[in-house]
Antibody, heavy 117, light 108 residues
Framework: EVQLVESGGGLVQPGGSLRLSCADS????????MNWVRQAPGKGLEWVAI????????HYVASVKGRFTISRDNAQNSMYLQMNSLRVEDTAVYFC??????????WGQGTLVTVSS | EIVLTQSPGTLSLSPGERATLSCRAS???????LAWYQKKPGQPPRLLID???TRADGIPDRFSGSGSGTDFTLTITRLEPEDFAVYYC?????????FGGGTKVEIK
């Protein structure tokens, strides 16, 4: 069973960087596509990025292309989101998700990223 | 990019009533790869329906999905108190994956 736990959120100034991590304590996420999905305060869900099981296929939402990098380390049952050049509008709860296809069948509890001066 | 429009924005109903939520896509969703999620405050979203019509594991049969192409519907036949939440559709066919804006089902 996939059990996802995010970490790495916090307060950062505009233009700064942050690296989010997602650990799967169920040790099965290597068989799944993995995503990052975010929800800004008072707003709806926004898909951010997806990575294939072996890392060979990656997609991003347009607003983060060139700034965010998704990666994974299956040996560590972990996935990451490196976020650079952060903007105020990147403030959100970031969820790690996974599934056999592109659907998010499994979700972590989320980690809050606040971009503010 | 496929744009998903959910309606209505808010649905005010009483427990025991039927809820019908709509999700319309700006273009055909391939293989009907359309998912529905339930979101409650302070909790992560929960997958309800996959591939437009397939209930996820453990989801009660009062939840059902229908539709194809560009028009999809989530139906909750008899609302239970725990069903009052925000519901989102997501197309999982074409990158970038996109969510609809959500429908809030509130207690009347």
């Amino acid at each position: 069973e996939v059990q996802l736990v995010e970490s790495g959120g916090g307060l950062v100034q505009p233009g700064g960087s942050l690296r989010l991590s997602c650990a799967d304590s169920g040790f099965t996420s290597s068989t799944y596509w993995m995503n990052w999905v975010r929800q800004a305060p008072g707003k709806g869900l926004e898909w951010v990025a997806i990575i294939k099981q072996d890392g060979s296929d990656i997609h991003y939402v347009a607003s983060v292309k060139g700034r965010f990098t998704i990666s994974r380390d299956n040996a560590q049952n972990s996935m990451y989101l490196q976020m650079n050049s952060l903007r105020v509008e990147d403030t959100a709860v970031y969820f790690c998700t996974g599934g056999e296809g592109w659907t998010s069948s499994y979700w972590g509890q989320g980690t809050l990223v606040t971009v503010s001066s | 990019e496929i744009v998903l429009t959910q309606s209505p924005g808010t649905l005010s109903l009483s427990p025991g009533e039927r809820a019908t939520l709509s999700c319309r896509a700006s273009q055909t969703i391939g293989n009907n790869y359309l998912a529905w999620y339930q979101k409650k405050p302070g909790q992560p979203p929960r997958l309800l329906i996959d591939d437009a019509t397939t209930r996820a594991d453990g989801i009660p049969d009062r939840f059902s999905g229908s539709g194809s192409g560009t028009d999809f519907t989530l139906t909750i036949t008899r609302l239970e108190p725990e069903d009052f939440a925000v519901y989102y559709c997501q197309q999982c066919a074409t990158a970038p994956l996109t969510f609809g804006g959500g429908t809030k089902v509130e207690i009347k």
